[in-house]
T-cell receptor
């Protein structure tokens, strides 16, 4: 079955450490996205990529970094510069950048930093 | 800037009744797409329904329909014959002028009562 796989489901880190969240898709989608969700709130865009080897900052990119070396993979690194990293992180993909192309989401990674 | 507003933080509905979840949007673009997503307590986001800005008819997908009023910039989700499994958080989202990214509202938590 095609889909988006995020791993791990739960992640615990000490403050000051960088951590990388994995996102892999086998849907052959061009576009991939990372969103952050805080309790009871909506989704905020961190980074997105329309094509391999290219990505753009979203609304809250500070303290995060990404890479898009393969079409299938879009890992997110939460750096020690991110002031409030504890959150639920969702990876998504869409067939294209077109307005009628919905997002397909992974199951998310819940990151806790203490 | 594009903005999505969902004014109902929480809604209750009796099983088998219909419910309307409100969504208003703000954009100066003429070409955009509107989406609704469902997020159960498990956290994954599920695409429900899409409406294009140039679509003259309201979108329908099974028990979901979208009441699209372009002049009022509203795109309300109607769920008919509510089921207990409809209890979840619902998000309205928009993509515009092939920008390739989506902006989300803060969501509405729907609780279906038996």
């Amino acid at each position: 079955d095609g889909g988006i796989t995020q791993s791990p489901k739960y992640l615990f880190r000490k403050e000051g450490q960088n951590v990388t969240l994995s996102c892999e898709q086998n849907l052959n989608h061009d576009a991939m996205y990372w969103y952050r969700q805080d309790p009871g709130q909506g989704l905020r865009l961190i980074y997105y990529s329309q094509i391999v080897n290219d990505f753009q900052k979203g609304d809250i990119a500070e303290g995060y970094s990404v890479s898009r070396e393969k079409k299938e993979s879009f890992p997110l690194t939460v750096t020690s510069a991110q002031k409030n990293p504890t959150a639920f992180y969702l990876c998504a993909s869409s067939i294209s950048r077109a307005n009628n192309s919905p997002l397909h989401f992974g199951n998310g990674t819940r990151l806790t930093v203490t | 800037a594009q903005k999505i507003t969902q004014t109902q933080p929480g809604m209750f509905v009796q099983e088998k009744e219909a419910v309307t979840l409100d969504c208003t949007y703000d954009t100066s673009d003429q070409s955009y797409g509107l989406f609704w997503y469902k997020q159960p307590s498990s956290g994954e986001m599920i695409f429900l329904i899409y409406q294009g800005s140039y679509d003259e008819q309201n979108a329908t997908e099974g028990r979901y329909s979208l009441n699209f009023q372009k002049a009022r910039k509203s795109a309300n989700l109607v769920i008919s014959a509510s089921q207990l499994g409809d209890s979840a958080m619902y998000f309205c989202a928009m993509k515009w002028t092939n920008a390739g990214k989506s902006t989300f509202g803060d969501g509405t938590t729907l609780t279906v009562k038996p």
